[in-house]
T-cell receptor, first 113, second 115 residues
Framework: ELKVEQNPLFLSMQEGKNYTIYCNYS?????LYWYRQDPGKSLESLFV?????AVKQEGRLMASLDTKARLSTLHITAAVHDLSATYFC?????????????FGKGTKLSVKP | DAGVTQSPTHLIKTRGQQVTLRCSPK?????VSWYQQALGQGPQFIFQ???????QRGNFPDRFSGHQFPNYSSELNVNALLLGDSALYLC??????????????FGAGTRLSVL
């Protein structure tokens, strides 16, 4: 059974600090997705990582993928309050590109002044 | 471009009833996937429709069924509702031909409450 595990599940940060969210998965998928969800809202795509060693950055967020270790990280630099949300990683169900995503439980990030 | 639209936004049903949720994909998209998101959990894949057929299915009972219409819109039907079916139901769409490199776009969801 495919498992996607995120840690930590809850993260309380102070503004200006750095932190990393980890996503481990059990299949041999070569692509991984990161989404953001605000309370009561839908999912917003942040990054699509399509190959081993892929690194993408957008503002204060940077995501990387190590397919050999089956690990992706989402690094937060100099956190600000606007980054408070729940972050999900996901992989394809059959390890391919069919768009049938298996999500982790999410990391609820709270950035405090 | 209206993006992925879902209706209704909220729904309250009682146990044993049946419900139909609707989804219109983003313009140019022909593949629709449905997800169930329980409170405090990540979305769980229910099934995917392409060319009016169910192509992939997650670990959900037969009470969950769907349909895709020629205009690519889709419906999710749930029969014999259980309390545990209370969740946010998300629809996602993507163009099939470039699914490998494309992002699934999610709708705002339908919040279903079963009493």
């Amino acid at each position: 059974e495919l498992k996607v595990e995120q840690n930590p599940l809850f993260l309380s940060m102070q503004e200006g600090k750095n932190y990393t969210i980890y996503c481990n998965y059990s299949t041999t998928s070569d692509r991984l997705y990161w989404y953001r969800q605000d309370p009561g809202k839908s999912l917003e795509s942040l990054f699509v990582l399509l190959s081993n060693g892929a690194v993408k950055q957008e503002g204060r967020l940077m995501a990387s993928l190590d397919t050999k270790a089956r690990l992706s990280t989402l690094h937060i630099t100099a956190a600000v309050h606007d980054l408070s949300a729940t972050y999900f990683c996901a992989v394809d169900l059959y390890g391919g590109s069919q768009g049938n995503l298996i999500f982790g439980k999410g990391t609820k990030l709270s950035v405090k002044p | 471009d209206a993006g992925v639209t879902q209706s209704p936004t909220h729904l309250i049903k009682t146990r044993g009833q049946q419900v139909t949720l609707r989804c219109s994909p983003k313009s140019g998209h022909d593949t629709v996937s449905w997800y169930q998101q329980a409170l405090g959990q990540g979305p769980q894949f229910i099934f995917q429709y392409y060319e009016e057929e169910e192509r992939q299915r997650g670990n959900f009972p037969d009470r969950f069924s769907g349909h895709q219409f020629p205009n690519y819109s889709s419906e999710l039907n749930v029969n014999a509702l259980l309390l545990g079916d209370s969740a946010l139901y998300l629809c996602a769409s993507s163009p099939r031909t470039v699914l490998a490199k494309n992002i699934q776009y999610f709708g705002a969801g339908t919040r279903l409450s079963v009493l």
